[in-house]
C-alpha cells in the first residue's frame, strides 16, 4: 500500500511541476527527469522513516510473549508431598491447589501444561533448564530473590509448629536446643537452623511427621495447611500450634520465574487476576483449602 502510495504522490508532483505555469513553455525533457528523480528520493526518505517509526512498536508486541512459551509448553516444577498445596492424586499425578492453579493459568495464556514433580530443594535451581518454573507453595524470601524472580503474591501462610499431643513446649523460648524436623529447603528448615543446630531434613514431610510421632524429633515446622492435614491424619497423636505462638511472622507464597524475564511474570500475574476476576481463583480456595 506504501509503495502504491509513493507511485501515485510521485505522479501527482511530477504532473504538478508540468502544469503549474500554465502559460509559460512546456519544461523541457531533461528538467522533467531530474523532476522526477527529486520526488523519488523525497517520497522514499519519507516512506523509509515511517517504517522506521513502526519497528519499534512491532518489536514491543514480540517483546511481549516469554521465550518460555514459546513451544507452546508450560513445564512447571513441583514437590507433590506438601498437602493441600501439592500431593499425588488417586491417579498418581500431583494435584492440589497449585496444580489447578497452574492449570488454569495455562488455559488463560493457551498453553499445554506440563507437571515434574521432584525434590523442592532441587527446584530453584531448575527453573531455566529443567523447568520453566515452580509452584510448589514456595515462600517469597529475599534469599530466593538472589536466583528466581516471583509472581505477584497468591496467598498469604504462616509457619506452624507440630508438637506431640503431650508435648509442654509452649513458648519461642522453649523450641531452642529442641530436635526439630522440617522438610529440606522450606521456610520451616530456614527458621529451625536459627533456633539450634539439631535439625533433621526430609525430602518429605510426611517423614518429619513419622519421625515426630516416633519419637525421634521434639517438633515439626512445617506451613499451617499442611499441619493441619498432618493434624488430622495422625489425629490424637499430634497437635498444630499457630506459630505466632512462637514468633513467627506472615509470609507469602508466589510463583518462582527464571531471572530477568518480566515478560513471563506479566502474562502469569495478568491470568491470575484474571482467575481472581472471574472466580475461578475462589473456588480453587474452596475446593483444596477451605476442605481441608
Known amino acids: ?3 502504491f502510495l509513493a507511485l501515485a504522490l510521485t505522479a501527482a508532483m511530477t504532473m504538478t511541476m508540468l502544469t503549474a505555469c500554465g502559460s509559460s513553455e512546456p ?9 522526477t528523480e527529486e520526488t523519488t528520493e523525497a517520497v522514499e526518505e519519507t516512506t523509509e522513516a515511517e517504517e522506521s517509526t513502526e519497528a519499534p512498536a512491532e ?5 511481549a510473549t516469554s521465550e518460555a512459551l514459546a513451544d507452546g509448553v508450560l513445564t512447571v516444577g513441583t514437590n507433590a508431598e506438601f498437602p ?6 488417586d491417579d498418581g499425578e500431583p494435584d492440589g491447589f497449585d496444580m489447578a492453579l ?10 499445554e501444561v506440563q507437571i515434574e514433580n521432584m525434590e523442592f530443594a532441587s527446584l530453584v535451581s531448575s527453573i531455566g533448564s529443567k523447568i520453566d518454573i515452580a509452584a510448589a507453595g514456595m515462600t517469597v524470601t529475599d534469599e530466593r530473590k538472589e536466583t528466581v524472580d516471583f509472581t505477584n ?7 506452624y509448629v507440630i508438637l506431640p499431643a503431650d508435648s509442654e513446649i509452649a513458648t519461642a523460648d522453649d523450641l531452642k536446643d529442641k530436635a526439630i524436623g522440617v522438610q529440606l529447603g522450606t521456610t520451616g528448615d530456614f527458621i529451625a537452623e536459627e533456633l539450634t543446630s539439631n535439625v533433621s531434613q526430609y525430602n518429605k514431610a510426611v517423614d518429619a511427621v513419622n519421625d515426630l510421632v516416633n519419637g525421634r524429633v521434639d517438633l515439626v515446622i512445617i506451613d499451617k495447611n499442611p499441619a493441619l492435614v498432618f493434624e488430622n491424619k495422625f489425629e490424637g497423636q499430634v497437635v498444630a500450634v499457630d506459630g505466632a505462638q512462637f514468633g513467627f511472622e506472615p509470609e507469602e507464597y508466589a510463583i518462582a520465574l527464571p531471572k530477568g524475564d518480566t515478560a513471563l511474570a ?3 500475574n495478568a491470568a491470575i487476576d484474571e ?3 472471574d472466580g475461578t481463583f475462589d473456588e480453587l480456595v474452596k475446593t483444596y483449602i477451605e476442605a481441608e
Open 84 to 89: 493441600p498445596f501439592e500431593y499425588v492424586g
Open 1 to 3: 500500500m506504501k509503495k
Open 266 to 268: 506479566d502474562q502469569i
Open 153 to 159: 503474591s497468591y496467598y498469604e501462610a504462616v509457619q
Open 59 to 63: 518489536e514491543t508486541a514480540e517483546a
Open 102 to 111: 497452574v492449570k488454569a493459568i495455562g488455559e488463560k495464556l493457551g498453553v
Open 275 to 277: 482467575l481472581k476476576a
Open 27 to 35: 519544461a523541457s525533457a531533461e528538467e522533467t527527469e531530474a523532476a
